[in-house]
């Protein structure tokens, strides 16, 4: 089975609550030194079983911060200045892809402030309304599209930059 493995705190809340029905992935990767687009690596139809940090060595969280717990005893570790609500298992649940889309995020000029969302497709890129945004962004588990494009310019798109990215929007149903 495949797993798709998250760590954006900001996301957090909607991952335990379900309300978290997508994510948005580069579709280059950022390991590389290429931005080669490769193809999705989910499928209409793949069962992905979702996890907190995945490649962590702690196997239990703070549900509020998402700082790693010790494994024995499920006391959060160091570094955790939350009141502890909880503890989540980093497996979370599996679910079953049901739509991919490919978007595109860039910026027209390297003054512009924002970056702009479009659903790809060659030279008339069809921009996203306002109301696309807020879904996307809801349903990507931020509070608005403001937060969301402000996560995707500190990870993805830095100031100055003006290259077009390309993302996967991977979209599910719990099982």
Not at 38 to 54: A, F, I, N, S
Not at 141 to 160: H, R, T
Request: a positive charge.
């Amino acid at each position: 089975m495949k797993i798709m493995s998250f760590s954006a705190v900001e996301i957090l809340p909607a991952l335990l609550d379900k309300s978290k029905t997508q994510t948005i992935r580069p579709a280059w990767s950022r390991f590389t030194n290429t931005d080669k687009q490769r193809k999705p690596y989910h499928k209409v139809g793949d069962e992905v079983r979702l996890m907190w940090k995945q490649r962590s060595k702690y196997r239990y969280f703070c549900s509020k911060c998402g700082i790693g717990c010790d494994n024995d005893t499920q006391q959060v570790t160091k570094n955790c200045e939350c009141i502890t609500i909880g503890v989540i298992d980093k497996t979370q649940r599996n679910v079953i892809i049901t739509e991919v889309l490919e978007i595109e995020m860039f910026r027209f000029e390297e003054e512009q402030e924002t970056i702009c969302v479009t659903y790809s497709g060659g030279e008339e890129r069809p921009t996203m309304t306002d109301k696309d945004m807020e879904e996307i962004a809801k349903r990507d588990g931020f509070n608005s599209s403001i937060d969301m494009i402000k996560y995707f310019e500190k990870n993805y798109i830095s100031k100055g930059d003006t290259s077009t990215k390309k993302f996967y929007v991977y979209r599910w149903r719990n099982k």
